[in-house]
């Protein structure tokens, strides 16, 4: 599986932005996927996650209630839709491949496969 993350940008604080993960193979339908982001000086952090089905979602603290992640299995593509930005949510954003079916990883040791990341710019 290779994965393709698109969609960041420039904000203004309280704005939205949509990414997208696209993943090629044929076997993104059977694994978790997750979102991570890491900011200058800081190390990576996870963001969310979500069920092979789509159906069980898994976030961050500081994210819930403004992130919401989905996937399209047919698309092959994983989304993170950011609603109500802060400038605190600058960061290079990368989704990743689980290791396994369970949802529930926020440890990137629990992904093994990692998009090339999108910069995501909120400014205040």
Do not use: H
């Not at 890491?38 to 990576?44: D, I, T």
């Not at 979602?57 to 047919?74: C, E, M």
């Not at 954003?93 to 990137?108: D, I």
């Amino acid at each position: 599986v290779q994965l393709q993350a698109s969609g960041g940008g420039l904000v203004q604080a309280g704005g939205s932005l949509r990414l997208s993960c696209a993943a090629s193979g044929r076997t993104f339908s059977s694994y978790a996927m997750g979102w991570f982001r890491q900011a200058p000086g800081k190390e990576r952090e996870f963001v969310s996650s979500i069920s092979w089905s789509g159906v069980s979602t898994y976030y961050a603290d500081s994210v819930k209630g403004r992130f919401t992640i989905s996937r399209d299995n047919a698309k092959n593509t994983v989304y993170l839709q950011m609603n109500s930005l802060k400038p605190e949510d600058t960061a290079v954003y990368y989704c990743a491949k689980g290791l396994t079916m369970n949802y529930r990883m926020s440890e990137a040791r629990g992904y093994d496969v990692w998009g090339q990341g999108t910069q995501v710019t909120v400014s205040s």
